[in-house]
Every structure is written in structure tokens, then in C-alpha cells.
């Protein structure tokens, strides 16, 4: 397929500008904020009870928070539209930031995973933006206001991390424990975003008034939503688009089972094969760079090749990702391409599903869906931990990846054979 043979990326107007510009700039504060519950939570827990063990729940209940504020999300976003939506998950974020901070302080490990719980919450604005951007995209740029925002999380998966010894210094000057001090970053960062979302209610408030004056008089617009519940189907929701829309899902579920799956047990495997701190840091930050930072190639890519295509992309990355790391699974170069590879099948793979499931649904039933695909995907998350932790405590590491391999492509391989080529054509089954 040759370069002339692909349509030309189309030209947005100023007010699509406008909306992706900011989606991704609240995206980019928001991601920053991320940090905390996965580096300073479990270190939290292990302070506060001097147990070990404990240091993952509160990353536990963070994903089920995340998953919890996915459907709050989408339920609100129903009747106050994406923007204040996202801005309300945010806010929520920010007062479970709050929460930690006091449990920190003395109020106890109860109250930290309560606090966590709540502050995964703001855990899901960040992801359920790309969302709102492929709609702003329209059909014919879906994937690249989606990779644009995407791209935003790169900031805070940079530079989140790096803000662990500065914020422990500003908590110490304040009188509370260090590791609070990611804590109080995200709270910042949350409310930053929120309020940089809400500059989109204007606008929005205009276009609705706008979209309501065009409807002659005595007519009333009838949802997706309203004309299901009746009995009917609405024009253009078919059996065919139904079935993509879960395939769409499908495809999310498994690219997150398959990283969070490999990536919960790689720190742990690079360190018992002799690989200092510094190593497996500097390994983990290109994984996380190569999750989002190709998306300003990727989301193009998607709009112009095809959905079909980017999740071949995606299948053969990290089929790959497999292969590689069964091929040297302790050696550290290896490991840093085959968990390169798979951070670029991820990024492939989310685009190409977030895509297909904004495309696939009516815009009535569009909110709820999209909710139920961060539901699976958080679900996933939670399933890929535990399961490979089993998976290589009874046949290692090379047994972990190249399995991870087999999963994506039993998946990958019907899900392809069954796309459109392009947005907006029929699926073959």
C-alpha cells in the first residue's frame, strides 16, 4: 500500500483545534498525577504497617477505583456532557489525593485504602479523554485526535516520576511524611486539569444551542438511547456494528491483559537476574514512553490504513514482544527490546480499539460503551497481575512472554479477519 494509494489527512476547523488542543493539555497535567498511586502507595502501605505484603492493595483498590470512576464517568457524561464530566472525575481524584495525605499523617492504613480507592477515581479522566477526542476528531481523523491525546499521557508517565524527590522535600517542609509528596503534586495537577476542561463548557453550551435551534418547530429529537428502549432500532445501529463494538472490546481487554500481565513480574525478573535499580528503571521509562509516545504516528496511521491494519500492527509487535523476550530472558538488552516491542503493540492496539468502539456505536449508546470498554480493560488489568505471577512461578519468565504471544494472537487473528478496512465500511462477519 503506497503513500498516494491512502487519503489525505482532512483539515480541522478552529473549533476541533480547539477542542483537542485542550483535551490534550488537561490529559497532560492530569497524567502527571498518576505517579503517586503507582510509586508512592505501595511504599505508603509498607511504611504505615511495616509489612511487605501489603504494598500492593492499595494499587489493588487504585484499579478499582479507576474502574468505578469509568462508569460515573460515562453515566454523568449522559447529562452534563464529556467536559464536566471529566473535570468531576478529576475532582474526585484530587479530594482521594487528600485522603492518603491524611491517613499518611496518622489517620492510619484504613483510610490510605480508602483514600486510594477514591483517588483512582481521577485515574480514569485521563484515559477516557482519547474518547472525547475521537469523537471531536470526526470519522475521517478519529485516530489522530485520538493519538494527539494519547501522546499527552507521555508527560506525565516522563515526568511524574521524576517529581518523587522534589515532592518528598516540599512534604517534609510542611511537616508530613515524604512519600505524601506525589500526593500533593496530583492534587495540583488534577485540579489544573478539571479547570482546563471546563473552558470547553462554552463552547459546548453554544454548539447545543446551536444544534437545538435547527429542529423546525413540533419536532422532537429522538435518542439511540429512547428509541431501544421502545423496541426499535435505531437508523444505522445494526447486528454487524454490535458485533464490532465487542470485538472492540475484546481487543482492549487483551492488549492490557497481556502488558499489565508481563510488565506486574518484569521488574522483579530483571532484578533476580542481577540488574541493578538504575537498569530496570531506565528499562520501564522506554516501555512507558514507547506506550504512548508513538502515537502521533500511530493515530495518522490509523485514519489512514484502517482499523484491520493497526491491529495487525499491533498482533505482530507483540507477538514479537513474545519471542524476543522467550529468547533471552535474562539478558538486559534483550529484555529492553522485547518490552520496547511490547509498549508499542499496546499503543497500536489501544488506538485501534478506542477507534473502532467510538466508531461502531450510535452516539446515544456511545458514553456507556465506552465506559464498558475501560471497565474491561481495568478487569484485565486486575486478572493480568495475579496470573502472571502464576504463570512464571511454575514455568519463568520465557514461559510468561511467549504465552502472552499465543493469547494476543488467538485473539488478534479473528478480531482482523472480521474488520472493516476503513471506518465507516461493514465488518465481514
Known amino acids: 500500500m503506497t503513500t498516494s494509494m491512502l487519503p489525505a489527512a ?9 477542542r483537542v488542543a ?16 503507582g510509586m508512592a502507595g505501595p511504599l505508603l502501605a509498607t511504611e504505615l504497617t511495616g509489612d511487605p505484603a501489603t504494598a500492593g492493595l492499595p494499587i489493588g483498590v487504585h484499579v478499582a477505583g479507576s474502574a468505578v470512576g469509568a462508569l460515573l464517568i460515562s453515566r454523568v457524561s449522559t447529562r452534563t456532557g464529556r467536559p464536566a464530566a471529566l473535570a468531576l472525575g478529576y475532582v474526585l481524584g484530587a479530594v482521594g489525593a487528600v485522603v492518603v495525605v491524611a491517613a499518611a499523617a496518622g489517620a492510619g492504613f484504613g483510610l490510605l485504602l480508602v483514600g486510594s480507592a477514591i483517588f483512582g477515581i481521577g485515574n480514569a479522566p485521563v484515559f477516557l479523554a482519547r474518547y472525547a477526542a475521537a469523537e471531536a476528531g470526526g470519522p475521517d481523523a478519529r485516530g489522530r485526535a485520538l493519538g494527539i491525546v494519547l501522546f499527552a499521557v507521555a508527560a ?16 517534609s517542609s510542611a511537616g508530613l511524611p515524604s512519600l505524601t509528596g506525589l500526593y500533593l503534586v496530583s492534587v495540583v495537577a488534577f485540579l489544573a486539569a478539571a479547570a482546563t476542561l471546563l473552558l470547553l463548557l462554552p463552547k459546548l453550551i453554544v454548539e447545543n444551542v446551536r444544534r437545538r435551534s435547527d429542529i423546525p418547530p413540533g419536532d422532537t429529537p429522538v435518542s439511540p438511547r429512547s428509541t431501544l428502549a421502545a423496541g426499535g432500532v435505531p437508523a444505522g445501529v445494526t447486528t454487524t456494528a454490535t458485533a464490532t463494538a465487542w470485538r472492540a472490546v475484546a481487543l482492549l481487554a487483551v492488549t492490557n491483559l497481556v502488558m499489565v500481565g508481563v510488565m506486574a513480574v518484569a521488574p522483579v525478573h530483571l532484578l533476580a537476574h542481577g540488574h541493578g535499580p538504575a537498569l530496570v528503571g531506565g528499562i520501564v521509562s522506554v516501555h512507558a514512553l514507547c506506550m504512548f509516545a508513538p502515537s502521533l504516528v500511530s493515530g495518522p496511521l490509523l485514519d489512514r490504513a484502517g482499523p484491520a491494519v493497526v491491529t495487525v500492527v499491533a498482533a505482530v509487535l507483540m507477538a514479537a514482544a513474545g519471542v524476543v523476550g522467550a529468547a533471552g530472558a535474562g539478558d538486559g538488552v534483550v529484555l529492553l527490546v522485547s518490552l520496547a516491542l511490547l509498549g508499542l503493540g499496546w499503543n497500536a492496539g489501544v488506538l485501534a480499539g478506542s477507534a473502532l468502539l467510538t466508531a461502531s456505536v450510535p452516539v446515544g449508546e456511545r458514553l456507556r460503551a465506552e465506559g464498558r470498554g475501560e471497565v474491561a480493560m481495568g478487569l484485565a488489568a486486575g486478572g493480568g497481575a495475579p496470573i502472571a505471577g502464576l504463570v512464571m512461578a511454575s514455568g519463568g519468565f520465557a514461559a510468561l512472554v511467549a504465552g502472552a504471544a499465543i493469547v494476543v494472537l488467538v485473539v488478534a487473528i479473528p478480531v482482523v479477519v472480521t474488520l472493516p478496512r476503513r471506518f465507516g465500511e461493514p465488518s465481514q462477519g
Not at 482532512?10 to 480547539?18: A, F, N
Request: charged share 5%.
Open 10 to 18: 482532512p483539515t480541522w476547523p478552529p473549533s476541533t483545534r480547539t
Open 156 to 171: 506525565g508517565a516522563v515526568a511524574g516520576p521524576n517529581l518523587l524527590a522534589a515532592s518528598g522535600r516540599l512534604a
Open 22 to 37: 485542550l483535551l490534550a493539555a488537561a490529559t497532560a497535567v492530569g497524567s502527571i498525577g498518576l505517579a503517586a498511586g
